[in-house]
């Protein structure tokens, strides 16, 4: 049923159990494991990585991101696919999905509860404009 399955991450503890659940579904269902990161190339600046890799010149702290939470879906079998979109969180993700032809978006629930939920947040404009089904995963005990 899912043969496609897309998930936003960030380096919280939420974002990784959200990592965790599309990993089980991908792997139940025999599906493909597409784990997104957003960025603001702006943001990134090579003062702040680490000096072994600031001589690299093209090494982006969301790559390293998505190789920690790769090895989460590698840990179930699966081989993800990674992307380092520029941009927005729920853009990104949607984008993926979309370039993808997923079946099924995951994300946690992270900012659905008090005023971020009234101004917006990731997982709402995710189910909002999403081209496929969306899984909106319980991850407030992980934060």
Given at each position: ?143
């Amino acid at each position: 049923m899912f043969k496609s399955v897309v998930v936003g991450a960030d380096d919280s503890s939420t974002a990784r159990q959200a990592v965790i659940a599309a990993a089980e579904i991908a792997q139940l269902a025999g599906g493909k494991l597409h784990i997104v990161t957003a960025y603001d190339p702006k943001a990134v600046r090579t003062d702040d990585l680490p000096v072994e890799f600031r001589e690299l010149g093209n090494v982006n702290p969301a790559d390293a991101l998505l190789e920690g939470l790769a090895k989460i879906a590698a840990q179930r079998g699966l081989e993800p696919i990674v992307h380092a979109s520029k941009g927005g969180a729920a853009e990104a993700i949607i984008g993926v999905a979309e370039q993808e032809d997923a079946d099924l978006i995951v994300v946690g629930n992270k900012g659905m509860k008090g005023v971020r939920r009234v101004l917006g947040s990731i997982p709402n404009s995710v189910a909002h404009d999403a081209p496929c089904s969306v899984f909106i995963v319980d991850t407030h005990e992980a934060g």
